[in-house]
């Protein structure tokens, strides 16, 4: 078994500074291991790094996240991508105030709102010392090349799992699990990377059978997923004299739930024809075709056609806004685009 001691001693020594991670030596605060943690689900450490910063400045407190607006912290959020982790964020925000602070262990933080079998697993390692491992997608790849597991992902997780918490029995990584759980995110962030893995410098190279197999750099396997299909839709860039922009709000609940966007069609397979899509315009006016916007999503892509019109006065269901009060709104990165691409016209 590859010795904990080794890894932790090449953590103290390349340990990334982080805006969550507490000073060596120093106790973490759960708050920020806790919001750090969700804002990295499904998103990388550059992205999140510049929302912590000015969601910390916002709500500095789970105490001032628990009684905000949920408007406010969507706006806060808008652009990070992945929606109900901010209405999650919220809720789990106003059990724990309600509760009078975190629960210590694993298995209560999983109780709570937004908070999943690794989440838990590294809020307890990291804020509390509690002696698990949790294994995210650095960690799932340094350990199937650790241990040479060839069977692909993700029906490798079980095995890739129990492994893992092989690791963390050693003495050494129970005595700092903390620090051990970042020194795996650590090890699999800045050299056993997915690509062209630099083994040359790993603490564990001695011990690592897929390095020894020669098949380090194609572990671990994946299952190829199928292409993610096309959808279609038309929204529609509506101003008055005064230079509002008609905006509405999404539904509370689905994707990008509770979300600031403009009005539009429903997203479909099929690309809209003008017949249909005039039947979706928020008011009658005269319709120019203004641009299109690619994004991606996790299980499709989105093509939209954005439609522009000016009226004398907004008489539309919906809000207004003016244009340079747009940046504030709980837009999602999509709409995000949209209004780019009509604001740099």
């Not at 919220?90 to 210590?104: D, I, K």
């Not at 962030?189 to 630099?198: G, I, L």
């Not at 203004?290 to 499709?300: I, P, S, Y």
Request: charge should be positive; include cysteine.
């Amino acid at each position: 078994m590859p010795p904990a001691a080794a890894l932790l001693a090449w953590y103290d020594r390349h340990r990334r500074r982080l805006p969550w991670r507490a000073d060596p030596g120093a106790p973490a605060d759960p708050y920020r291991v806790w919001l750090s943690e969700i804002m990295l689900q499904q998103t990388t450490v550059a992205a999140v790094i510049p929302y912590y910063e000015s969601f910390l400045i916002r709500f500095p407190t789970v105490q001032a996240l628990a009684a905000a607006e949920t408007a406010a912290v969507m706006a806060a959020w808008a652009g990070l991508g992945y929606y109900a982790r901010a209405r999650n964020l919220h809720a789990c925000a106003q059990a724990v105030a309600a509760a009078g602070g975190f629960p210590r262990d694993a298995a209560g933080l999983a109780a709570l709102p937004g908070i999943g079998t690794y989440t838990a697993a590294a809020i307890a390692a990291i804020a509390f010392g509690q002696a698990v491992v949790p294994v995210d997608g650095n960690v799932a790849r340094v350990v199937a090349r650790l241990f040479a597991i060839e069977a692909p992902l993700p029906g490798a997780g079980r095995e890739i799992a129990a492994h893992a918490a092989a690791l963390g029995r050693d003495p050494a990584a129970a005595a700092r699990a903390g620090d051990f759980a970042q020194a795996l995110f650590d090890l699999g962030a800045t050299v056993c990377t997915p690509a062209a893995p630099a083994c040359a410098l790993c603490p564990w190279r001695g011990q690592c059978a897929g390095q020894a197999r020669g098949i380090a750099a194609e572990l671990p396997r994946k299952v190829r997923r199928a292409a993610r299909p096309l959808r279609h839709g038309v929204h529609f860039w509506l101003t008055d004299a005064a230079g509002h922009v008609l905006l509405r709000r999404r539904p509370p609940r689905g994707l990008l739930g509770g979300m600031t966007e403009l009005p539009g069609t429903p997203w479909r397979a099929a690309p809209w024809e003008s017949a249909e899509w005039a039947a979706h315009a928020p008011m009658p006016a005269a319709w120019r075709a203004a641009g299109e916007v690619r994004h991606g999503f996790t299980h499709f892509e989105l093509h939209l056609v954005v439609m522009a019109a000016e009226v004398a006065e907004l008489a539309a269901e919906g809000f207004a806004r003016p244009r340079a009060a747009l940046a504030a709104e709980a837009l999602p990165s999509v709409m995000r685009k949209c209004v780019a691409l009509m604001t740099q016209k």
